[in-house]
């Protein structure tokens, strides 16, 4: 009786080691492959618990999530030959677990050679400022040229490719900054030349409307002297008017015009008791070059002869007293 309780626990036990052998726990995210004398059954196992041979069977489990995988920073040099380097990360996950584990040994670290040799192809075939401006051209290059040889044969998919950062040398970040500095200033210096041709043009709309109506000018004036009086300054600018200097300036110039057109002439009187000589003709015409050019220059001042009185002979050293031996003296 000992002999059979001690054959029938023997056995239990040996069913219990074998049934926990035999039992493979698969998880939500996973999916199981078995081997079975190292030949891959096409059964693939989903989650929850499986039953395998003990010693025949070998289940490997393949997670069914996306993964992350971090692509290290790859020297490149791109099509306008400028030396960067970039770094990326590719987001894939499996899609076929027999393929992932039967066609390629560690498929993480395939998909990583493939995204670095793939992330150089790609930077050198593009040029510096594709790559700064347009990411997501780059992104979606990179992610066609990766999952190309991976999905088919290796049944992984390439979710989506990024690029994290590029580093370029310090000369060219100075030689971008100084270029981006010119072309700031550039706009700066359109923008303001568009705001001068503005303002001209509603300049002159503004000189035509006061040019219409005389007062406006006189109050947009009396608006500037109020707005520089705010100020508390002590010096207050007047402006002169520009019309009153063309007036002074178109009165001086009929002047001129007068006393070019007109020469004054100037007579004398013989005196009755004396018949005129030689001499005295002599002296009688450079008495009147005399008084002509002294009344040339009272009528180049401008001045009226009113303020003046009657225009008079000066005396010269050429007039002398005549003397005709028959009476007094008398002048010419």
Request: charged fraction near 25%; charge should be neutral; aromatic fraction near 4%.
């Amino acid at each position: 009786m000992g002999v059979l309780i001690a054959v029938l626990v023997a056995v239990v036990v040996v069913v219990l080691v074998f049934l926990a052998a035999s039992v493979r726990r698969v998880e939500q995210y996973e999916k199981g492959i078995v081997f079975r004398f190292g030949r891959a059954l096409p059964a693939v196992r989903g989650p929850g618990l499986n039953m395998i041979l003990p010693g025949a069977d070998r289940m490997v489990k393949v997670p069914m999530r996306t993964e992350v995988l971090g692509v290290p920073a790859q020297g490149a040099i791109t099509r306008d030959n400028v030396t960067l380097t970039v770094d990326a990360v590719v987001y894939f996950r499996v899609i076929d677990p027999m393929k992932a584990i039967v066609n390629v040994r560690d498929y993480r670290n395939a998909v990583s050679q493939v995204a670095q040799t793939s992330l150089r192809s790609v930077i050198g075939r593009a040029d510096l400022d594709t790559l700064l401006s347009d990411r997501e051209q780059i992104n979606l290059q990179l992610k066609s040229v990766i999952d190309a040889p991976t999905e088919e044969p290796w049944g992984l998919r390439i979710e989506r490719v990024e690029v994290k950062d590029i580093a370029l040398p310090d000369s060219m970040k100075r030689s971008m900054s100084r270029q981006a500095e010119a072309e700031r200033e550039r706009r700066a210096r359109v923008i303001a030349a568009d705001g001068e041709f503005q303002a001209s043009r509603r300049l002159s709309d503004a000189a035509e409307a006061m040019a219409a109506t005389p007062g406006a000018l006189q109050l947009r004036l009396l608006q500037t002297v109020v707005d520089v009086a705010a100020e508390k300054n002590s010096t207050l600018v007047m402006p002169f008017p520009v019309e009153l200097l063309r007036f002074f300036d178109h009165a001086n110039t009929s002047a001129a015009n007068v006393s070019a057109t007109s020469t004054p002439t100037a007579t004398s009187t013989p005196t009755a008791t004396s018949a005129p000589t030689a001499a005295d003709t002599t002296d009688t015409t450079a008495a009147g070059a005399v008084r002509t050019t002294e009344a040339r220059d009272i009528v180049g001042s401008a001045e009226p002869l009113g303020a003046r009185g009657r225009l008079r002979r000066p005396s010269t050293a050429n007039d002398a007293p005549t003397h005709n031996g028959a009476g007094p003296t008398q002048p010419v």
